[in-house]
Nanobody, 122 residues
Framework: VQLQASGGGLVQTGGSLRLSCAGS????????LGWFRQAPGKEREFVAT????????YYADSVKGRFTISRDNAKNTVDLQMSSLKAEDTAVYSC????????????????WGQGTLVTVSS
């Protein structure tokens, strides 16, 4: 499975941005999908995850109520809609696919995209 994330960019505090991750090589239907982020000088952290059907999701407390993860198995994609963005959301965002149910640890994921940079300016 190859994953390609896109949609990052520069946005002002309070703004919105939508990230998308497209899978190729194999259907993503059989995988749980997640988004992680890594800010400069910090560890990679969990952001959001969604189960194979899209019926269950889980979010980090820091983004709950502001971010929404969704997937389209027909298009082989997973999106992350980000709203009310804050400066502390600035990071490289990566999508990942794995077998775990609503995994929150990087070790729960097998395949990783290359990341897309989100910069939130105040």
């Amino acid at each position: 499975v190859q994953l390609q994330a896109s949609g990052g960019g520069l946005v002002q505090t309070g703004g919105s941005l939508r990230l998308s991750c497209a899978g190729s090589g194999r259907t993503l239907r059989n995988y749980g999908l997640g988004w992680f982020r890594q800010a400069p000088g910090k560890e990679r952290e969990f952001v959001a995850t969604i189960n194979w059907s899209g019926g269950s999701t889980y979010y980090a407390d820091s983004v709950k109520g502001r971010f929404t993860i969704s997937r389209d198995n027909a298009k082989n994609t997973v999106d992350l809609q980000m709203s009310s963005l804050k400066a502390e959301d600035t990071a490289v965002y990566s999508c990942a696919a794995g077998r775990a149910y609503l995994g929150t640890d990087p070790g729960d994921y097998i395949y990783w995209g290359q990341g897309t940079l989100v910069t939130v300016s105040s």
